[in-house]
Nanobody, 116 residues
Framework: QVQLVESGGGLVQAGGSLRLSCAAS????????MGWYRQAPGKQREMVAS???????NYATHAKGRFTVFSDYAKNTVYLQMTSLKPEDTAVYYC??????????WGQGTQVTVSS
C-alpha cells in the first residue's frame, strides 16, 4: 500500500544540475533505510547513495563530491541533488526504501539523460 514516486528527471546538458525527488505515501521516518539507485541500458542496477536512518549517507565513488542526499520529513520526501552531471550519469534512477521485516520497496523510476 505504501508507494514511492520519483520525479525530477529530464534532459540536461553535461555540467548541469538536476534535483530528483522521492515522495513516499507513508512516513519516511518509519523506514530503516533509504537510497537512490540507477540502471543504464544493458547494465545492472547500481547504488548511487544510501543511508540508514540517523546515519551519514554512503555514496558510490562516481557520486562523491557531485551528488547529495537530503530529506524533508515534513513532506515525506527524499531528494537527490545532482551537480556536474556527465553523460555517464544517463540512466533510470530509482528510489528505494526498507522497513524491517519487509522486503525492499521501489519506485517506478525517473529517466535522467545527460547530453554531451
Amino acid at each position: 500500500q505504501v508507494q514511492l514516486v520519483e520525479s525530477g528527471g529530464g534532459l540536461v546538458q553535461a555540467g548541469g544540475s538536476l534535483r530528483l525527488s522521492c515522495a513516499a505515501s507513508g512516513d519516511i521516518y518509519s523506514f530503516y533505510s533509504m537510497g537512490w539507485y540507477r540502471q543504464a541500458p544493458g547494465k545492472q542496477r547500481e547504488m548511487v547513495a544510501s543511508f540508514v536512518r540517523g546515519s551519514s549517507t554512503n555514496y558510490a565513488t562516481h557520486a562523491k563530491g557531485r551528488f547529495t542526499v537530503f530529506s524533508d520529513y515534513a513532506k515525506n520526501t527524499v531528494y537527490l541533488q545532482m551537480t556536474s552531471l556527465k553523460p555517464e550519469d544517463t540512466a533510470v534512477y530509482y528510489c528505494n526504501a526498507v522497513r524491517l521485516r519487509e522486503g525492499p520497496l521501489w519506485g517506478q523510476g525517473t529517466q535522467v539523460t545527460v547530453s554531451s
